[in-house]
């Protein structure tokens, strides 16, 4: 099977290269630094289940290069998906398929505007990875695992065949009757404390041990699982519940990526999670007071990351 992975950081990065090293014709698109590493060193992962590096691994900055493939596997930043969208025409054939494995819950419905609906497939991706420096991966954390499904539920066989290729390379699989339901639970998840974290630069560990920080998340998560209702999404009746047992299992030293972006000075997914639960919030007339202040204190920070303001 043919792969393309656009976006290789900890994510793409990460799955990318587990398929490639089962022999999967895999080809990775990545940018700057990273692409110029990949193209002179290879790609290195570190992980906390097995070191491995691909010394040649096919990769380009130019989708044009590689040509139609069977599987893309969508793993940018969300305030890259429009113009990623348009940008992986090249790699489209009959039959392609298109994998969203991006935080948020807008990815999907964006992906599908473009390429199809058809096409697309919903998926989350729970690991704890980064790029560690231009080349390497670094994977510090929770079992590899990919939650895949169509868009309107139940199963097929191309899903199937894909699930069966991931779990070849060692990937956990699940794949759930409603797969737009495990995005919301995962988005729940990161707006909960990825904006608290960007604020107060505090690890995981520390935000949920501290009761200030802690009821911050409390109300965060209820504002989101608000939000997910009125959107008519059948989130679980204890999902805070739930969401709180995974947040405590977590190794303490977690950071989120829009905590490392803005942190490092980087564009970051703040529109994509904290302000999508707001601009979501006010399509249904829910209140998202939490969500607002943060999306406030993180802005100016936002537009100086895209040169927008300078200080």
């Not at 990161?190 to 009821?215: D, K, N």
């Amino acid at each position: 099977m043919k792969i393309a992975v656009y976006g290789s950081g900890g994510v793409g990065g990460y799955f990318g290269g587990r398929l490639a090293s089962t022999g999967q014709d895999v080809a990775f698109i990545a940018r700057g630094d990273h692409l110029k590493a990949m193209r002179q060193k290879g790609l290195a992962v570190e992980s906390i289940n097995g070191d491995f590096h691909m010394a040649s691994p096919t990769v380009t900055d130019d989708p044009q290069t590689i040509g139609p493939v069977d599987v893309v596997l969508v793993a940018v930043k969300s305030w890259q998906v429009p113009e990623v969208a348009l940008a992986m025409r090249p790699l489209m054939g009959p039959d392609t398929l298109v994998v969203s494995l991006l935080n948020g819950v807008e990815a999907v419905g964006q992906l599908s505007a473009v390429l199809g609906q058809d096409r697309v497939l919903g998926g989350v991706a729970k690991i704890f990875s980064f790029i560690g420096k231009p080349g390497l991966i670094r994977h510090i954390g929770h079992e590899p695992t990919l939650m895949l499904g169509e868009q309107g539920g139940g199963s097929s066989k191309r899903l199937d065949r894909l699930a069966e290729l991931l779990e070849m390379a060692g990937v956990v699989v699940e794949c759930p009757a409603a797969i737009m339901v495990e995005i919301w639970k995962k988005f729940l998840f990161t707006t909960g404390w990825g904006g608290l974290g960007a604020i107060s630069r505090a690890p995981i560990g520390v935000l949920r041990e501290e009761p200030a920080t802690r009821s911050v998340i409390q109300a965060c998560m209820l504002e989101t699982e608000a939000v997910a209702r009125a959107a008519g999404i059948s989130l679980p009746a204890d999902i805070i519940g739930r969401t709180w047992a995974f947040i405590n299992g977590l190794e303490p030293a977690g950071t989120s990526s829009l905590q490392r972006d803005i942190a490092a000075g980087r564009p970051s997914e703040l529109d994509a999670w904290n302000g999508a639960v707001v601009r979501i919030g006010q399509h249904y007339a829910v209140a998202t007071p939490t969500h607002d202040l943060i999306v406030s204190a993180l802005t100016p920070l936002e537009r100086r990351a895209r040169g927008e303001l300078n200080f």
